[in-house]
Protein backbone atom coordinates (compact mmCIF):
# COMPACT_ATOMS: atom_id res chain seq x y z
CA UNK A 1 0.00 0.00 0.00
CA UNK A 2 0.97 3.70 -0.54
CA UNK A 3 3.85 4.26 2.88
CA UNK A 4 4.40 1.16 2.92
CA UNK A 5 1.40 -0.19 4.99
CA UNK A 6 0.70 -3.34 4.77
CA UNK A 7 -2.70 -5.01 3.07
CA UNK A 8 -3.80 -8.81 3.72
CA UNK A 9 -6.78 -10.25 2.25
CA UNK A 10 -8.96 -13.15 3.62
CA UNK A 11 -11.33 -15.68 2.40
CA UNK A 12 -12.20 -19.24 1.27
CA UNK A 13 -11.16 -18.76 -2.01
CA UNK A 14 -8.03 -17.91 -3.98
CA UNK A 15 -7.74 -13.76 -4.95
CA UNK A 16 -6.31 -13.40 -7.83
CA UNK A 17 -7.42 -9.99 -9.30
CA UNK A 18 -4.77 -7.14 -10.08
CA UNK A 19 -4.74 -4.17 -7.83
CA UNK A 20 -5.93 -0.52 -8.37
CA UNK A 21 -5.26 2.15 -7.44
CA UNK A 22 -5.07 3.13 -3.55
CA UNK A 23 -5.23 6.22 -1.55
CA UNK A 24 -2.36 8.14 -1.92
CA UNK A 25 0.01 8.26 1.51
CA UNK A 26 -0.68 10.32 4.40
CA UNK A 27 1.88 13.22 5.05
CA UNK A 28 4.69 12.38 7.31
CA UNK A 29 3.08 12.90 11.27
CA UNK A 30 4.69 13.87 14.69
CA UNK A 31 4.91 10.17 16.24
CA UNK A 32 2.46 8.87 18.84
CA UNK A 33 4.40 9.01 22.36
CA UNK A 34 3.31 6.90 25.38
CA UNK A 35 2.90 9.08 29.04
CA UNK A 36 2.73 7.69 32.29
CA UNK A 37 -0.09 8.48 34.24
CA UNK A 38 1.49 8.38 37.77
CA UNK A 39 -2.14 8.75 39.93
CA UNK A 40 -3.31 6.00 37.84
CA UNK A 41 -0.41 3.61 37.20
CA UNK A 42 -1.12 3.45 33.48
CA UNK A 43 0.11 4.63 30.24
CA UNK A 44 -1.59 7.04 28.19
CA UNK A 45 -1.26 7.42 24.47
CA UNK A 46 -0.98 11.02 22.49
CA UNK A 47 -1.57 10.36 18.74
CA UNK A 48 -2.40 13.96 17.03
CA UNK A 49 -2.34 12.49 13.42
CA UNK A 50 -5.49 11.15 14.37
CA UNK A 51 -7.65 14.31 14.37
CA UNK A 52 -7.63 13.91 11.02
CA UNK A 53 -9.18 10.73 10.18
CA UNK A 54 -12.00 10.53 7.56
CA UNK A 55 -15.34 11.81 9.45
CA UNK A 56 -18.64 10.06 7.94
CA UNK A 57 -18.46 10.04 4.53
CA UNK A 58 -21.46 9.24 2.61
CA UNK A 59 -20.81 5.85 1.04
CA UNK A 60 -20.00 7.26 -2.12
CA UNK A 61 -16.45 8.14 -0.61
CA UNK A 62 -16.30 5.34 1.33
CA UNK A 63 -12.86 4.68 2.21
CA UNK A 64 -13.21 1.01 3.37
CA UNK A 65 -15.83 0.09 0.50
CA UNK A 66 -14.04 -1.83 -2.68
CA UNK A 67 -12.26 0.03 -5.57
CA UNK A 68 -13.81 1.50 -8.48
CA UNK A 69 -12.87 3.43 -11.54
CA UNK A 70 -12.85 7.07 -10.43
CA UNK A 71 -12.79 6.32 -6.67
CA UNK A 72 -9.53 5.55 -4.44
CA UNK A 73 -9.95 4.09 -1.14
CA UNK A 74 -7.88 1.63 1.24
CA UNK A 75 -8.38 -1.59 -0.28
CA UNK A 76 -7.35 -1.40 -4.12
CA UNK A 77 -9.69 -4.47 -5.58
CA UNK A 78 -13.12 -4.68 -7.07
CA UNK A 79 -13.83 -7.36 -4.16
CA UNK A 80 -12.83 -8.99 -1.42
CA UNK A 81 -14.51 -11.32 1.61
CA UNK A 82 -12.47 -9.94 4.42
CA UNK A 83 -9.23 -7.63 4.10
CA UNK A 84 -6.81 -6.42 7.33
CA UNK A 85 -5.06 -3.23 7.05
CA UNK A 86 -2.47 -0.92 8.69
CA UNK A 87 -4.41 1.45 10.04
CA UNK A 88 -3.70 5.42 8.22
CA UNK A 89 -4.07 6.92 11.80
CA UNK A 90 -2.30 4.95 13.87
CA UNK A 91 -2.19 5.22 18.13
CA UNK A 92 0.57 2.54 18.24
CA UNK A 93 3.56 2.53 15.69
CA UNK A 94 6.86 0.59 15.45
CA UNK A 95 10.23 2.06 15.52
CA UNK A 96 10.70 5.39 16.47
CA UNK A 97 12.11 7.02 19.39
CA UNK A 98 10.88 10.52 19.23
CA UNK A 99 9.65 11.19 22.63
CA UNK A 100 9.06 14.75 24.41
CA UNK A 101 10.80 15.56 27.59
CA UNK A 102 8.06 16.32 30.51
CA UNK A 103 9.95 17.12 33.41
CA UNK A 104 8.58 14.60 36.15
CA UNK A 105 6.31 12.47 33.98
CA UNK A 106 7.44 9.62 32.18
CA UNK A 107 7.46 8.61 28.50
CA UNK A 108 7.72 6.12 26.10
CA UNK A 109 7.24 5.22 22.47
CA UNK A 110 3.89 4.05 21.50
CA UNK A 111 5.14 0.82 20.01
CA UNK A 112 2.72 -1.28 18.50
CA UNK A 113 0.12 -1.99 15.65
CA UNK A 114 -2.71 -0.63 14.61
CA UNK A 115 -4.99 -2.71 11.91
CA UNK A 116 -8.55 -2.36 10.33
CA UNK A 117 -10.38 -5.41 9.96
CA UNK A 118 -13.32 -4.91 7.33
CA UNK A 119 -15.64 -7.22 7.63
CA UNK A 120 -17.62 -7.03 4.09
CA UNK A 121 -17.03 -5.37 0.56
CA UNK A 122 -20.87 -4.32 1.29
CA UNK A 123 -21.08 -1.34 2.66
CA UNK A 124 -24.37 -2.32 4.76
CA UNK A 125 -25.33 -4.63 7.01
CA UNK A 126 -23.06 -5.56 10.55
CA UNK A 127 -22.42 -9.10 12.38
CA UNK A 128 -25.73 -9.38 12.90
CA UNK A 129 -26.67 -9.56 8.78
CA UNK A 130 -23.37 -11.64 7.60
CA UNK A 131 -24.04 -15.23 7.05
CA UNK A 132 -22.43 -18.02 9.75
CA UNK A 133 -19.56 -18.35 7.24
CA UNK A 134 -18.26 -14.97 7.24
CA UNK A 135 -18.58 -14.86 11.06
CA UNK A 136 -16.20 -17.66 11.50
CA UNK A 137 -13.90 -16.57 8.65
CA UNK A 138 -13.78 -12.91 11.13
CA UNK A 139 -13.27 -15.11 14.15
CA UNK A 140 -10.47 -16.99 12.07
CA UNK A 141 -9.28 -13.48 10.89
CA UNK A 142 -8.97 -12.81 14.54
CA UNK A 143 -6.96 -16.04 15.24
CA UNK A 144 -4.70 -15.51 12.67
CA UNK A 145 -3.54 -11.89 13.62
CA UNK A 146 -3.12 -12.79 17.33
CA UNK A 147 -1.04 -15.34 16.33
CA UNK A 148 0.98 -12.97 14.08
CA UNK A 149 0.95 -10.70 16.20
CA UNK A 150 1.75 -11.70 19.63
CA UNK A 151 3.52 -14.76 18.89
CA UNK A 152 5.39 -14.06 15.74
CA UNK A 153 5.99 -10.25 15.84
CA UNK A 154 6.52 -10.59 19.97
CA UNK A 155 3.27 -8.09 21.10
CA UNK A 156 2.51 -8.71 24.67
CA UNK A 157 -1.07 -8.01 23.80
CA UNK A 158 -3.79 -7.89 21.13
CA UNK A 159 -7.16 -6.58 21.37
CA UNK A 160 -9.01 -6.83 18.56
CA UNK A 161 -12.72 -4.64 18.60
CA UNK A 162 -15.54 -3.59 16.89
CA UNK A 163 -16.56 0.15 17.67
CA UNK A 164 -20.44 0.30 16.57
CA UNK A 165 -22.62 2.99 16.48
CA UNK A 166 -22.47 7.00 15.82
CA UNK A 167 -23.52 6.86 19.31
CA UNK A 168 -19.98 5.87 20.59
CA UNK A 169 -17.76 7.59 18.00
CA UNK A 170 -17.68 5.45 15.27
CA UNK A 171 -16.31 7.46 11.89
CA UNK A 172 -16.89 5.19 9.07
CA UNK A 173 -19.80 3.17 8.80
CA UNK A 174 -18.61 0.70 6.88
CA UNK A 175 -18.64 -2.99 8.83
CA UNK A 176 -15.40 -3.11 10.14
CA UNK A 177 -13.48 -3.47 13.72
CA UNK A 178 -9.58 -2.96 14.33
CA UNK A 179 -7.16 -4.67 16.28
CA UNK A 180 -4.67 -2.99 18.53
CA UNK A 181 -0.89 -4.94 19.10
CA UNK A 182 0.77 -3.56 22.43
CA UNK A 183 4.38 -3.75 23.22
CA UNK A 184 3.13 -3.93 26.93
CA UNK A 185 0.12 -5.24 28.77
CA UNK A 186 -2.22 -2.88 29.34
CA UNK A 187 -3.21 -2.31 33.46
CA UNK A 188 -6.58 -3.69 32.52
CA UNK A 189 -6.41 -6.79 30.89
CA UNK A 190 -3.34 -7.99 33.33
CA UNK A 191 -5.52 -7.50 36.18
CA UNK A 192 -8.05 -9.44 34.33
CA UNK A 193 -5.48 -12.08 33.05
CA UNK A 194 -4.25 -12.18 36.72
CA UNK A 195 -7.73 -12.88 38.11
CA UNK A 196 -7.81 -15.91 35.85
CA UNK A 197 -4.57 -17.17 37.51
CA UNK A 198 -5.59 -16.98 40.61
CA UNK A 199 -9.03 -18.61 39.90
CA UNK A 200 -10.72 -20.20 36.50
CA UNK A 201 -13.51 -17.41 37.15
CA UNK A 202 -14.54 -17.61 33.17
CA UNK A 203 -14.98 -21.25 33.16
CA UNK A 204 -16.99 -21.38 36.75
CA UNK A 205 -19.78 -18.96 34.52
CA UNK A 206 -19.78 -21.15 31.36
CA UNK A 207 -19.52 -24.71 33.25
CA UNK A 208 -21.89 -23.30 36.05
CA UNK A 209 -23.30 -20.06 35.49
CA UNK A 210 -26.95 -19.10 36.66
CA UNK A 211 -29.28 -20.58 34.26
CA UNK A 212 -31.33 -17.08 34.20
CA UNK A 213 -28.46 -14.97 32.83
CA UNK A 214 -28.01 -17.89 29.88
CA UNK A 215 -28.54 -16.54 26.52
CA UNK A 216 -27.70 -19.34 24.18
CA UNK A 217 -25.67 -22.92 23.96
CA UNK A 218 -25.23 -24.97 21.22
CA UNK A 219 -22.76 -27.12 22.71
CA UNK A 220 -19.66 -25.80 22.09
CA UNK A 221 -19.93 -22.44 22.98
CA UNK A 222 -22.74 -20.70 25.51
CA UNK A 223 -23.44 -16.56 25.50
CA UNK A 224 -24.66 -15.12 28.69
CA UNK A 225 -25.24 -11.95 30.60
CA UNK A 226 -22.39 -12.03 33.46
CA UNK A 227 -23.48 -11.23 36.98
CA UNK A 228 -21.58 -8.76 37.07
CA UNK A 229 -22.40 -7.07 33.71
CA UNK A 230 -20.94 -3.38 33.99
CA UNK A 231 -23.35 -2.31 31.27
CA UNK A 232 -27.23 -2.61 29.95
CA UNK A 233 -27.41 -5.65 28.38
CA UNK A 234 -23.93 -6.60 28.32
CA UNK A 235 -23.09 -10.12 26.36
CA UNK A 236 -20.59 -12.45 26.90
CA UNK A 237 -20.00 -15.42 24.28
CA UNK A 238 -17.17 -18.17 25.56
CA UNK A 239 -16.41 -21.25 24.26
CA UNK A 240 -17.66 -23.97 26.71
CA UNK A 241 -13.80 -25.73 26.38
CA UNK A 242 -11.36 -23.27 28.25
CA UNK A 243 -8.73 -21.97 25.87
CA UNK A 244 -6.62 -18.62 25.60
CA UNK A 245 -8.02 -17.38 22.71
CA UNK A 246 -9.29 -17.83 18.82
CA UNK A 247 -6.10 -19.11 17.00
CA UNK A 248 -6.45 -22.22 19.70
CA UNK A 249 -10.37 -23.08 18.96
CA UNK A 250 -11.45 -25.92 16.69
CA UNK A 251 -13.29 -25.40 13.45
CA UNK A 252 -16.27 -27.07 15.72
CA UNK A 253 -15.88 -24.44 18.53
CA UNK A 254 -15.30 -21.36 15.61
CA UNK A 255 -19.13 -22.31 14.12
CA UNK A 256 -20.65 -22.49 17.47
CA UNK A 257 -19.20 -19.51 18.17
CA UNK A 258 -20.10 -17.64 14.73
CA UNK A 259 -23.62 -18.54 15.31
CA UNK A 260 -23.97 -17.41 18.69
CA UNK A 261 -22.41 -13.75 17.82
CA UNK A 262 -24.87 -13.43 15.14
CA UNK A 263 -27.35 -13.63 16.90
CA UNK A 264 -26.28 -11.66 19.83
CA UNK A 265 -25.84 -9.11 17.56
CA UNK A 266 -29.53 -9.16 16.16
CA UNK A 267 -30.83 -9.85 19.77
CA UNK A 268 -29.31 -6.45 20.97
CA UNK A 269 -30.81 -4.79 17.61
CA UNK A 270 -34.15 -6.57 17.90
CA UNK A 271 -34.30 -5.33 21.88
CA UNK A 272 -35.58 -1.42 20.52
CA UNK A 273 -36.32 -2.25 17.01
CA UNK A 274 -33.02 -0.44 15.72
CA UNK A 275 -29.54 -0.76 15.62
CA UNK A 276 -27.53 -1.41 18.59
CA UNK A 277 -24.51 0.70 19.26
CA UNK A 278 -21.88 -1.16 21.52
CA UNK A 279 -18.23 -1.73 21.74
CA UNK A 280 -17.06 -5.09 21.07
CA UNK A 281 -13.76 -6.87 22.41
CA UNK A 282 -12.23 -10.19 21.58
CA UNK A 283 -10.22 -10.80 25.28
CA UNK A 284 -7.35 -13.32 24.63
CA UNK A 285 -4.45 -14.36 26.92
CA UNK A 286 -1.68 -12.07 27.15
CA UNK A 287 1.93 -13.40 26.38
CA UNK A 288 2.66 -15.32 29.41
CA UNK A 289 -1.27 -16.49 30.56
CA UNK A 290 -1.84 -18.99 27.64
CA UNK A 291 -2.39 -21.86 30.11
CA UNK A 292 -4.84 -19.91 32.82
CA UNK A 293 -6.71 -17.92 30.47
CA UNK A 294 -10.50 -18.75 29.02
CA UNK A 295 -11.03 -16.26 26.03
CA UNK A 296 -14.16 -14.32 25.85
CA UNK A 297 -16.12 -12.39 23.15
CA UNK A 298 -17.57 -9.53 25.14
CA UNK A 299 -20.29 -6.52 24.05
CA UNK A 300 -21.02 -3.92 25.65
CA UNK A 301 -24.31 -2.23 24.34
CA UNK A 302 -24.83 1.61 25.08
CA UNK A 303 -28.38 1.94 24.62
CA UNK A 304 -30.37 1.21 28.30
CA UNK A 305 -33.44 2.24 26.31
CA UNK A 306 -35.32 2.74 23.22
CA UNK A 307 -34.73 6.81 23.50
CA UNK A 308 -31.65 6.92 26.21
CA UNK A 309 -28.13 5.92 25.85
CA UNK A 310 -25.83 4.78 28.51
CA UNK A 311 -23.44 7.28 29.35
CA UNK A 312 -20.14 7.05 31.57
CA UNK A 313 -20.80 9.89 33.75
CA UNK A 314 -19.32 11.38 37.22
CA UNK A 315 -19.13 8.63 39.40
CA UNK A 316 -17.92 6.11 36.30
CA UNK A 317 -15.41 8.49 35.70
CA UNK A 318 -14.58 10.18 38.89
CA UNK A 319 -14.96 7.00 41.38
CA UNK A 320 -14.24 4.41 38.97
CA UNK A 321 -18.03 2.92 39.85
CA UNK A 322 -20.46 2.11 37.30
CA UNK A 323 -23.83 2.34 37.69
CA UNK A 324 -26.04 0.14 36.00
CA UNK A 325 -29.72 0.33 35.27
CA UNK A 326 -31.20 -3.18 34.82
CA UNK A 327 -29.89 -5.67 36.86
CA UNK A 328 -28.59 -8.53 34.54
CA UNK A 329 -31.06 -11.19 35.64
CA UNK A 330 -33.52 -9.10 34.28
CA UNK A 331 -31.14 -7.48 30.91
CA UNK A 332 -31.00 -11.58 30.11
CA UNK A 333 -35.27 -12.07 30.64
CA UNK A 334 -35.53 -9.22 28.09
CA UNK A 335 -32.69 -10.01 25.78
CA UNK A 336 -34.29 -13.91 26.14
CA UNK A 337 -37.53 -12.46 24.86
CA UNK A 338 -36.25 -11.45 21.58
CA UNK A 339 -36.41 -13.81 18.60
CA UNK A 340 -32.59 -13.64 17.26
CA UNK A 341 -34.00 -14.96 13.92
CA UNK A 342 -36.74 -12.31 13.70
CA UNK A 343 -39.54 -14.82 13.94
CA UNK A 344 -43.36 -13.64 15.09
Known amino acids: MPGGRELLLYGRGLHEAPPLA ?109 PVDRLALLIEVWGARLKALRDEAGFAFVLPFENRGEEIGVTLHHPHGQIYAFSFVPQRALRAAQAQADAPVVTRLVEAGAPALQLDENGAAVSFVPPFAMYPFETWLAPRRRVPGPDALS ?94
Open 22 to 130: ALPAEPPATPPHLRWHPLLGEWVSYAGARQGRTFLPDAAACPLCPAAEGRLGEIPFADFEIAVFENRFPALVAGTNELPAIEGIATSPAAGRCEVVVFSADHAGGLGTL
Open 251 to 344: SAETEALARLLGRSVRRLDGLFGKPMPYILTVQAAPRGFEDSFHMTIEIRPFRRDAGKLKYLAGVEQGAGIFLVDIPPEQAAARLKAVDPEGRA
